[in-house]
């Protein structure tokens, strides 16, 4: 559960993201059309995925890249690791990418004697500070710059009033040797253009460029769900995906790479690899309905409006995804009966439906996590009596109102033993994660009869 | 089997099952208001000078060298790169001590220079970026690596939209593509500290452009 001061950095840095979001939608004509075009263009990718994929490899090759398929976590890495030793790899730099979080690549080499560095700001702060991001847009948006401050001044001796640009400027100076003394450069990829058999990445800070064009070796890591058909499909989703991640027009940067330095170029690495990473995606795949769930471009939007995220924090979810999008493929791809809770963890108020620009309807897919969970057989005993309970209690007015004196009493007592939320709570399944509501002392019921009665009464 | 077939075996067995919901029929509708050809060159100056960018429009060529010479002066630019292209070559000339590059001088050993000095393939209006490549950028470093970056434009380059921009790359490189294409919309830039916007993240923290209208 997020701290109070935990949570008014998320509310103030949400609170400044919809402000901005909202002036730069203002200069859309139709941004409702804008999302139906981006769920019918990720639909059309999505429905012939193993086409486009096919036919991105072969693009791609043609260029000059590697294009290498991976199952799961451990064959990414794996093949990696591969790369990195073939090539004498010793260092290795990053720039933003939640797939490689997913497959908890910085381990894996750091374990293999290779130092690893990230290089985007936020994530340079999450990783120097030993902590996951806690947003998949915004990773250290539960900071404030003091708190930054303090870790830059531990770690790397900035002072403790630094203010942001001095603090950015500290990592560019610090990073800047890590660039340039890099053997091998990874980076994600936001889309695969199947057409033109290249990736794109889009980032602010300028840290992927200069990641795939100074090291001699360019690794790019990648959901098999990021292909799109054309090349021109980038003009809708580009912009989309900018107002959704951060309320800009444009991302400072969205880059194209095909292949590794071509002839007649001056620079670039020697190599490319491109890694297609299934890691649970096709079995979401073979959910038809939850399918869409794969269109998702990672813009953070639906985390950024959802009051539960708000509430708990980004660290509660022990997810690489956070929010709503992660409560959703999070049980596809970890297993439903450990993950199943996120889906729980919902006040179904729509907002992530609402904002999502390729138009996911989100709340449903928590709602038939729910369901499925059920149907699988993974609600405990106790959750399937109470249900069982409740809906004979609400069909019979005595059976309710008993119950409802019972509650009042139950909660009463356990309140003043102080057993709410401890381990001798019975309703801890509930209690556990979350502040029971106190059950009102007089019932409607019980208020309309004595009112009734004092009416008959003559004053 | 490797994993290769594995995965497009069960990419072809899950897509089996059809999607309750198949797409409406193709939108082809605009997501921007139109822009009128008029409206294009105030619009993309308004964009860009919102990014932080320093836009300067030269009505002759030697406007344009003393302007580059004057920023130099101005900012200090002992050590500039000028890309092999003859308007870059042009626009640097009155610029004392700047190199125009030679292949080897590319990649790391651009970290010592100043600035950097490109050519593009075009600039968007609606979003005041500069469309560069590998080949109009001579390169991927020498656009991103010095912590200042000036490009050299022709008023002809100048489009409406991403779109356009899109159509216009792979018209000109759709059969042999450069390594690299990037949308370049302001200096860099981060807010990953409370939000606050801070310029020359990692990439140039300055960026001109010179748009020759002659
Ligand atoms: S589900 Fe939609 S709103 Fe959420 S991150 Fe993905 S694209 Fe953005």
């Known amino acids: 559960m997020a701290d109070a001061h935990e949570r008014a950095t998320v509310l103030k840095a949400t609170a400044t993201y919809t402000s901005k979001v909202a002036e730069t939608k203002a200069s859309f004509l139709d941004w409702a059309t804008g999302r139906r075009q981006l769920h019918q263009r990720k639909w059309e990718a999505i429905h012939r995925l193993d086409f486009h994929l096919e036919t991105f490899e072969r693009r791609a090759t043609a260029r000059g890249a590697r294009v290498h398929w991976a199952e799961d976590a451990a064959q990414a890495c794996e093949i990696i690791l591969e790369i990195c030793h073939r090539t004498g790899a ?150 989309m995906l900018a107002v959704s991640g951060t309320g800009q027009q444009l991302t400072g940067y969205n880059t194209l790479l095909g292949g590794p330095r071509q002839q007649g170029e001056t620079d670039g690495p020697e190599e490319m690899h491109v890694i297609l990473l299934d890691n649970g995606r ?89 369901r499925n969970a059920v149907d699988a057989g993974h609600v405990g005993a106790v959750e399937w009596i109470a249900f069982r309970f409740w809906a004979w209690a609400m069909r019979s007015p005595f059976a309710y109102e008993l119950a409802a004196r019972a509650g009042r009493i139950a909660q009463r007592l356990s309140r003043l033993l102080g057993v709410e939320g401890s381990l001798l709570d019975p309703a801890r399944a509930w209690t556990a994660r979350r502040a029971a509501p106190t059950l009102a002392p007089e019932s409607f019921r019980e208020w309309w009869r004595k009112r009734k009665a004092s009416e008959r009464k003559p004053s | 089997m490797n994993s290769r077939d594995a995965i497009l075996g069960r990419i072809r067995a899950a897509l089996r099952a059809p999607a309750p919901h198949a797409p409406a029929p193709a939108l082809a509708a605009e997501l921007f208001p139109p822009l009128r050809a008029d409206e294009a060159l105030p619009r993309f100056a308004r964009e860009f000078a919102a990014l932080k960018g320093v836009f300067h429009r030269s009505p002759d060529a030697n406007d344009a060298r003393a302007w580059v010479a004057g920023l130099a002066a101005r900012r200090g630019f002992a050590r500039v790169a000028a890309a092999p292209d003859d308007l870059c070559r042009d626009a640097v000339s009155g610029v004392p001590g700047a190199q ?32 560069l490549t590998a080949q109009s950028g001579f390169g991927r470093a020498l656009s991103v690596l010095p912590p200042a970056h000036l490009v050299v434009a022709r008023r002809a380059q100048l489009v ?55």
């Open chain 1, 90 to 239: 010793q260092k290795a730099v990053k720039s933003k990418s939640m797939i490689t979080e997913e497959i908890h690549l910085n381990a894996a080499l750091e374990e293999h004697g290779i130092a690893v560095v990230e290089s985007d700001l936020g994530e340079y702060i999450a990783q120097i500070r030993g902590e996951p991001p806690y947003h998949i847009v915004t990773p250290v948006m539960q900071l404030t710059k003091e708190e930054i401050a303090a870790t830059f001044h531990e770690k790397l001796g900035a002072p403790r009033d630094a203010t942001a640009e001095d603090l950015t400027k500290t990592a560019r100076r610090v990073l800047r040797e890590v660039f340039l003394a890099a053997d091998v450069g990874v980076t994600g990829a936001n889309f695969l253009v199947a057409e033109t058999g290249m990736i794109a990445i889009t980032e602010n800070e300028g840290n992927a460029r200069l990641v795939s064009t100074l090291p001699r070796v360019h690794i790019a890591v990648a959901g098999l769900e990021k292909v799109v058909p054309r090349l021109e499909d980038l003009a809708g989703f580009l912009p």
């Open chain 1, 282 to 370: 096709t079995r979401l795949l073979a959910d038809a309905e939850q399918r869409e769930a794969l269109h998702c471009i990672r813009c953070g939007a639906c985390l950024n409006v959802c009051p539960v995220f708000k509430g708990v924090g980004g660290f509660s979810y022990d997810t690489t995804y956070q929010g709503p999008i992660g409560s959703v493929i999070t049980p596809h791809f970890r297993g439903l009966r450990e993950w199943k809770h996120l889906s729980y963890a919902s006040s179904l108020c729509g907002a992530c439906s609402e904002v999502c620009p390729v138009h996911i309807d989100l709340h449903q897919h928590l709602l038939r996590n729910r």
């Open chain 2, 100 to 131: 125009t590059l030679e292949r080897e001088a590319c990649g790391a050993q651009l970290a010592s220079f100043d600035l950097g000095v490109t050519a593009c393939d075009c600039l968007v209006a609606r979003t005041g970026s500069i469309v």
């Open chain 2, 160 to 214: 409406g939209e991403i779109r356009e921009a899109l159509q216009l790359l792979e018209l000109r490189h759709g059969k042999m593509w450069p390594s690299m294409a990037t949308f370049i919309t302001g200096p860099s830039r981060t807010a990953d500290i409370e939000k606050i916007l801070v310029l020359g993240a990692h990439g140039p923290r300055e960026l001109y452009l010179l748009l020759l209208d002659f």
